[in-house]
Every structure is written in C-alpha cells, then in structure tokens.
C-alpha cells in the first residue's frame, strides 16, 4: 500500500516565524495531496490541496510545494499565529481509488 | 451544500457489548464512504471504504463489520466490543480525486 512518512512529528515555533512540515510518497501515480488540521478533541478539516500539474499553491499565509521527481510535498505556514496550534495531517492517495493513506502527523505549537 | 452527519458523538459501552455507529451525507449522489479511527494522541487508521451500495472493504482484519444499506448510509457495528476498540471514530466522505469531509466524530470508550 501506500506509505506517507511525515516529518516533524512535533514543532514548536514563536509566534510570527514560519513552520515547515514535510512528507514523502511512494506511490509515483499519486496525483492529489490535500493537508489536514485537526484541533484538540475536534474532526480534521482540510486547509489546502495541490494536484501533481502544479508545484506551488497559496492561500493567504498557508502554502503547499510539490516535487514530484523526489515525491515529497510540503505545508508552510508563514506568520504563525497561536490559533494555528493544531496536529497537521498529509495524506497521499492510493492511485486508483479516491483512497487515502496519512502521515503520522505533526503537532505545532506556537508560543505566544 | 453537502452535510455529513455522525451519531453518536461519545459512547461509554461496556466489553462485551454491541456497537453500532452512523452516519449520513446529504446534498450529495454515490460518495465514497469511509470509516477511520483514531487513537489518543495517534494519526488515522482507515478501518473501512464503500464506492457503492452494499459495496464494502476492509482496511484491516478486526473485532468490526461496516455497511452501507443506502446510498449515504455507513454503518460501523461490532457484536462484542474489546478495551481495544476504544477510540475517535470519524466518518468521512469524499467524491472521485477530491480530499475527506470528516464527520464530527464518536469517542469511544469501551470499559
């Protein structure tokens, strides 16, 4: 199946820095790669997604890169603010079924 | 707009006991559904997936059963629940390359 590795599992920044979290892939057909933010005790919603035709996708201080020759993929986060304190899940799908497999998550804390 | 709904949202069950956990979409035709758990502090575990009416499969052999007697009906049961089978539970459904709408989720605490 397919295997998602995600790194950092924890991260703690100062308010106002950027955080960086990244994951890999090994399913090459992989083509769409959405983001998760689950808040304590609450349902993951997705934030951001990018397919594979493009590299980069941007939405106000959230951002998604995309390298499809090394199959990683990253979330950054610029600005941080301590609402934005959350577990954050990638997920990569199993090419020929709307199935996904998830990292492992990583937990951000932004310190005030 | 398209809604999920998930019921119960925390559960206290004795071992030994039956499960049965739902979930409904609205404002959608034919989702995908999906059944994930969650354990405490611990990413997501996909236990079932359903394209279709009476359509089911499993992720990973275990202590559960789902199924989908309607269109936008999942069901997750068990007939004997285990201190194992503790957990967040969350319904999630999704069209064909499109990511998860989860449902708000059960806790689950089997005692």
């Known amino acids: 199946g397919e295997n998602v590795e995600q790194h950092p599992s924890t991260l703690s920044v100062q308010e106002g820095d950027s955080a960086v979290i990244k994951c890999t892939y090994s399913?090459?057909?992989?083509?769409?790669f959405p983001w998760y933010k689950q808040e304590l005790g609450k349902r993951p919603q997705l934030i951001i997604d990018i397919r594979s035709n493009v590299g980069e996708k941007k939405d106000q201080r959230i951002a998604v890169t995309l390298n499809k020759t090394a199959k990683h993929f990253s979330l950054h986060i610029t600005e941080t603010q301590p609402e934005d304190s959350a577990v954050y899940f990638c997920a990569a799908p199993k090419y020929n079924f709307n199935k996904f497999y998830f990292g492992s998550g990583t937990k951000l804390n932004v310190k005030p | 707009s398209q809604t999920i709904h998930q019921w119960p949202a925390t559960l206290v069950q004795p071992v030994g006991s039956p499960l049965s956990l739902e979930c409904t979409v609205e404002?959608?035709?034919?989702?995908?559904l999906y059944w994930y758990r969650q354990a405490a502090g611990r990413g997501l575990q996909l236990l079932f997936y359903?394209?279709?009416?009476?359509?089911i499969s499993s992720e990973v052999p275990q202590n559960l059963s789902a199924s989908r007697p309607q269109d936008r009906q999942f069901i997750l049961s068990s007939k004997k629940l285990l201190l194992s089978d503790s957990g967040f539970y969350l319904c999630?459904?999704?069209?064909?390359?499109?990511?998860?709408?989860f449902g708000s989720g059960t806790r689950l605490t089997v005692v």
């Open positions: 404002g959608t035709s034919n989702p995908n």
């Open positions: 359903s394209v279709g009416i009476g359509q």
């Open positions: 399913d090459s057909a992989s083509n769409y």
């Open positions: 999630a459904w999704s069209q064909v390359n499109y990511g998860y709408t």
